[in-house]
């Protein structure tokens, strides 16, 4: 039986559904997330306008029984099934007068534990000790993602645009939108609620207006086994 946020995953290439946490499931991972906050590791990035946690389900293990909720556990079996594990995590903290935007963009990587030259797979890119690969593209056709966000996030302070269907489309580059034909969507999310997403969906983020603070835990997920010894690298059974 196909549900009805399958359906928005499959045709437009996401979708929201709220009150998956609890305002007590919120506070606890916001106060988890604050505690870790001025650690020195690589992973972690702080400038005026991001604080960014790269890795974050590695690097703070407590938040997997915060985060996989029965909620959640129930929303991924039902729509992806059971074959999936953990592929990336990232942690973002948009501060109140932050001036950090992005421009529309396809997620076309992968994070992988050690780089592997292999026919399919490129170019590669390494930030922070991570390593980073565009896969072939029934890889990224298959995988998904679940934004977790802790504020509420709006048009004022940075809720994702989308173009939907684009995921459809396959290697979009950004430089061909033509904006006055497609129809540009912002995927307002409620605090304690998700937004799934494909990765191939073209999005961006804006600038904040409205002095209003956006924290979002994003995690991918993949049920693919890559070729040749490449490994994921924050591989993780949920």
Same mark, same amino acid.
């Given at each position: @039986?196909t549900?009805?946020?399958?359906?928005?995953i499959?045709q437009?290439?996401?979708?929201?559904?709220e009150?998956?946490?609890?305002e007590? =499931? +919120?506070?606890?991972l916001k106060? *988890?997330?604050a505690?870790?906050a001025?650690?020195p590791?690589?992973t972690f990035?702080?400038?005026?306008?991001?604080?960014?946690?790269?890795?974050v389900i590695?690097?703070?293990?407590?938040l997997m029984?915060?985060?996989?909720?029965?909620?959640?556990?129930?929303i991924?079996?039902e729509?992806?099934?059971?074959?999936?594990?953990?592929?990336?995590?990232?942690?973002?903290?948009k501060?109140?007068?932050s001036?950090?935007?992005v421009a529309?963009?396809?997620?076309?990587?992968i994070?992988v534990?050690?780089?592997?030259? +292999? =026919?399919?797979?490129g170019?590669?890119?390494?930030?922070?000790?991570?390593?980073?690969?565009?896969?072939?593209?029934?890889i990224?056709?298959?995988?998904?993602? +679940?934004?977790?966000?802790?504020?509420?996030?709006? =048009?004022?302070?940075g809720?994702?645009?989308?173009l939907?269907?684009?995921?459809l489309?396959?290697?979009?580059?950004?430089?061909? +939108?033509?904006?006055k034909?497609?129809?540009e969507?912002?995927?307002?999310?409620?605090?304690?609620?998700i *937004?799934i @997403?494909?990765?191939l969906l @073209?999005?961006?983020?804006?600038?904040?207006?409205?002095?209003?603070?956006?924290?979002?835990i994003?995690? =991918?997920?993949?049920?693919?086994?890559l070729?040749?010894?490449?490994?994921?690298?924050?591989?993780?059974?949920i």
């Amino acid at each position: @039986m196909t549900t009805d946020l399958q359906k928005n995953i499959d045709q437009l290439g996401f979708a929201v559904a709220e009150n998956i946490y609890s305002e007590d =499931e +919120i506070t606890a991972l916001k106060n *988890m997330l604050a505690n870790q906050a001025n650690r020195p590791d690589a992973t972690f990035r702080k400038t005026n306008d991001l604080f960014a946690i790269r890795q974050v389900i590695k690097e703070i293990p407590e938040l997997m029984p915060l985060l996989f909720n029965d909620c959640l556990h129930r929303i991924i079996r039902e729509n992806f099934g059971d074959d999936y594990l953990i592929a990336k995590s990232i942690y973002f903290d948009k501060p109140a007068n932050s001036n950090w935007f992005v421009a529309y963009h396809q997620d076309l990587t992968i994070s992988v534990a050690k780089r592997i030259n +292999i =026919e399919g797979f490129g170019p590669w890119t390494v930030k922070q000790n991570q390593f980073a690969v565009q896969p072939p593209l029934n890889i990224l056709e298959k995988n998904f993602t +679940i934004r977790i966000h802790l504020d509420d996030t709006n =048009e004022q302070n940075g809720a994702l645009r989308v173009l939907p269907a684009s995921h459809l489309k396959g290697i979009y580059r950004p430089e061909t +939108i033509n904006l006055k034909e497609e129809k540009e969507t912002t995927c307002c999310v409620k605090q304690g609620g998700i *937004m799934i @997403m494909k990765p191939l969906l @073209m999005h961006a983020s804006s600038r904040t207006t409205n002095a209003m603070r956006r924290r979002v835990i994003h995690i =991918e997920f993949s049920n693919a086994n890559l070729p040749e010894g490449l490994e994921w690298s924050e591989k993780s059974l949920i």
